[in-house]
């Protein structure tokens, strides 16, 4: 409320005031209306705004769960981890040394739904932000091994590098499952 509006607003309430009055009432009782009709409009902000981030939250979480819902689904089908383990397991009966080829054609939007919300993230708790930022890191690191340049897919891959890839996309689909599950009201903004 600009002064100009709060004095006429005083002048009102003194004409209105009974004989006998003190002077500074109209003047204290113009501004405390001026303070409240402030507060109220300041407060209708802040809920309003503390509910579409409440909202966001809950729309982004959701939406990560759906594409680890997918991606585990895919593993899951294609059998990556049976075949991984058959390569292991034939390697560790070779000679030492002996090296294996595992290539899987990935589209590169794979993690399109994380990557369109790296932003909002923050929106989350920082207990599911951490299993989500976990889970895609593994995933990435696993990508990079069995993708054209990486080192399984160019034959570079003996038992130990293997055995350091299952255990790492094992990691990722505990995990993922965890995520999944959809039991994380409590970790909920």
Known sequence: MAIAQV????????????????????IVSAALGALVGGLASFGGVVGSEW???KNKSKSVLAAIRAEIVAMLGIIE???Y?????NILSELQ??????????????????NKVFV????????????????????????QSVVSDVTPGGLLAEGQGGVQAFAEMIA?????????????????QHVER
């Open 7 to 26: 004095i006429q607003a005083a002048k009102i309430v003194e004409v209105s005031c009974p004989v006998g009055t003190p002077s500074w009432l109209p």
């Open 51 to 53: 509910i579409r981030s």
């Open 77 to 79: 089908l294609r059998q």
């Open 81 to 85: 981890v049976a075949q991984a383990k």
């Open 93 to 110: 009966r070779m000679p030492p040394g002996a090296r294996a080829t595992y290539q899987v054609r990935i589209d590169g939007g794979y």
């Open 116 to 139: 369109a919300n790296l932003e909002n993230l923050g929106l989350l708790q920082p207990a599911a932000a951490t299993k989500i930022l976990e889970f895609y890191q593994l995933i």
């Open 168 to 184: 790492i996309i094992e990691q990722a689909i505990a995990i993922g499952r965890e995520i999944a599950m959809g039991d994380w």
